[in-house]
């Protein structure tokens, strides 16, 4: 069964910086692409950004340049520098492993929350 648990959510103003992270159970980050998705309220879950095994990466468009995904295979961890972050960013933030839509994969964690406002 997987597990993941994200944490580093929280409160910032307009511009601010968080960094979130993710923790995974067994070898799931060691043995593949890994994602972190979004869920704002109403609205689909989303992907947002990619990593391969090989640490080549990959963004949403309105992310780019803001945010930054990387890994660590040895300690089972995903992590996301978000940058210069905006209310259109806030969201329910939750990692799991790469698919091109979410709605592929049943196994959830409880996700962070990010909440941008003045």
């Known amino acids: 069964q997987v597990q993941l648990v994200e944490s580093g959510g929280g409160l910032v103003q307009p511009g601010g910086s968080l960094r979130l992270s993710c923790a995974a159970s067994?070898?799931?980050?060691?043995?593949?692409?890994m994602g972190w998705y979004r869920q704002a309220p109403g609205k689909e879950r989303e992907l947002v950004a990619s990593?391969?095994?090989?640490?080549?990466?990959n963004y949403i468009d309105s992310v780019k340049g803001r945010f930054t995904i990387s890994r660590d295979n040895t300690k089972n961890m995903v992590y996301l520098q978000m940058n210069s972050l905006q209310p259109e960013d806030t969201a329910v933030y939750f990692c799991?492993?790469?698919?091109?839509?979410?709605?592929?994969?049943?196994?959830w964690g409880k996700g962070t929350q990010v909440t941008v406002s003045s």
């Open positions: 067994g070898g799931i980050v060691s043995m593949n692409a």
């Open positions: 799991n492993r790469y698919r091109t839509t979410p709605r592929a994969l049943n196994d």
């Open positions: 990593i391969t095994i090989g640490r080549s990466t």
